[in-house]
């Protein structure tokens, strides 16, 4: 059992909060990857979490029990970190036995759990040698075998892979990926690697400037991003967000700026509100220029409109990437290659219903744009939608800092 609570955890460097009072309730079993850009927080938070550095404020829980100032001997956690940190003089088989030897675990014990978990971790034929005579993902599996041969509750990992090339970085998070799922204990993994979160977590936080911004599972976090920050930080590329205003127009509301017309819903008594357009660059669909008749509309011509020109177009192998300018924006289209386009062109694109995000211009949260009933048509009428501002700006300084997960209706919109 490890079930990690961390409460309003808070540490300053001085006058920086390095971590500003993050909540979380990680459950045993969980694989929680801590996200964001250099410089977030997240070695600290998970200092923190590991009793390598007391925090200023707050608490941490082990499985009910408060740990905050225990020394990290008394937390059942191993950590692995980015460096490894294998003593060079000792062979595999010494390295990995290292914690048990030093809790002057029997002999006999320490042998036969040594084999155990080099057989798990493919490290069974290594064990003679030394650091150097090992691969760098040979390395990664001593370090991860050595957190591993103590069976502790929980894993701490900060950046295990980052030293790894690409390609052993792809298996390593496959084979780290069935371990957890064989182990079934907790994992808390620290990384600025999107990939690696999207694919090894059960669930993502991500932390911005020391502040928790959003948590969920990674496909939570991806279709529903709770801020502007994690609607840019997570895609390759990122979301398009455009600042626009949304606006009742002929019975409809609209998000409008320069090149840019969404039809979003049926209400005449929408007050206008500054925006943050959000669209993923693999939702754009490119509309058909109608044929004979390069200024005509297409049928779409009720859908959402991006009128774009093209800039330039990047290969990426299978698929290619648009670079466009709408308006005073730019706006990337991605897709299976061909495109289709070429640099010079105008192009218009649609997006379906359900794929539009809308933020709040001012605290860059989320808007739930929420469409009801189980499929969404893209025909825009056929639906209700209700729009709301989720509490729990970053940007606020009372009161909880807590990410909300249920939204607060503040703007409700319903169509017949
Ligand atoms: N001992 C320290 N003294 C002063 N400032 C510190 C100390 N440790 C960390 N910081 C600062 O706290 C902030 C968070 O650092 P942290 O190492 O937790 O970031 P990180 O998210 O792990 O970044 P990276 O991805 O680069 O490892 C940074 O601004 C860093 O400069
Ligand atoms: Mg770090």
Redesign the pocket.
């Known amino acids: 059992m490890s079930r990690i609570q961390v409460e309003g955890l808070t540490k300053r460097?001085?006058e920086?909060a390095?971590?500003d009072r993050v909540s979380l309730d990680i459950s045993h079993g969980d694989f929680l990857v801590l996200l964001?850009?250099?410089?977030?927080?997240?070695?600290?938070?998970l200092r923190m979490i590991a009793g390598l550095i007391e925090p200023s404020n707050g608490r941490v829980l082990l499985d009910g029990r408060d740990v905050t100032f225990a020394p990290p001997r008394e937390r059942d956690m191993a950590m692995v970190f980015q460096s490894y940190a294998l003593y060079p003089h000792l062979t595999v088989e010494r390295n990995i036995g290292f914690p048990l030897r030093s809790r002057r675990r029997p002999r006999a014990e320490i042998r036969q759990k040594v084999h155990e978990v080099a057989e798990l971790l493919d490290l069974a034929d290594l064990l003679d040698r030394r650091p150097r005579e090992l691969s760098g993902g040979q390395r990664q599996r001593v370090a991860v075998g050595r957190a591993l041969v103590r069976d502790p509750g929980a894993f701490l990992m900060?950046?295990p892979l980052s030293n790894l090339d690409a390609k052993l970085r792809t298996a390593t998070r496959g084979q780290l990926r069935a371990l957890h799922h064989r182990l079934g204990s907790t994992i808390v993994y620290?990384t600025?690697d999107q990939v690696e979160a999207m694919t090894m977590a059960t669930r993502v936080a991500l932390?911005n400037a020391?502040r928790l911004e959003q948590v969920g599972t990674p496909t939570d976090v991806y279709d529903e991003p709770a801020s502007v920050f994690v609607a840019g930080f997570l895609g390759s590329p990122a979301m398009n967000l455009i600042p626009a205003r949304i606006e009742s127009r002929a019975g409809r509301v609209q998000a409008l700026a320069p090149g840019v017309e969404v039809p979003l819903w049926a209400a005449d008594d929408q007050p206008a509100r500054e925006v943050t357009l959000g669209v993923r660059p693999e939702h754009l669909i490119r509309v058909p220029p109608a044929s004979g008749s390069p200024t005509s509309q297409s049928p779409a011509s009720q859908s959402p409109m991006f009128r774009a020109v093209v800039e330039m177009v990047e290969n990426l192998g299978g698929e290619e990437v648009a670079q466009c300018v709408v308006g005073d924006a730019r706006l990337l289209a991605r897709g299976p290659r061909p495109l289709g386009l070429r640099p010079g062109e105008p192009v218009v694109f649609d997006i379906p219903a359900n794929r539009v995000h809308l933020f709040d211009r001012a605290s860059g949260r989320r808007l739930v744009w929420q469409p009801t009933g189980a499929d969404i048509p893209r025909d825009r009428d056929q639906v209700t939608v209700r729009v709301s501002d989720r509490p729990g700006s970053p940007g606020a300084t009372d009161g909880d800092p807590t990410v909300a997960e249920s939204p607060e209706g503040v703007l409700d919109a319903s169509i017949v």
């Open positions: 460097f001085g920086v390095a971590v964001g850009p250099s410089g977030c927080g997240k070695s600290t938070l900060d950046e620290v600025h932390l020391g």
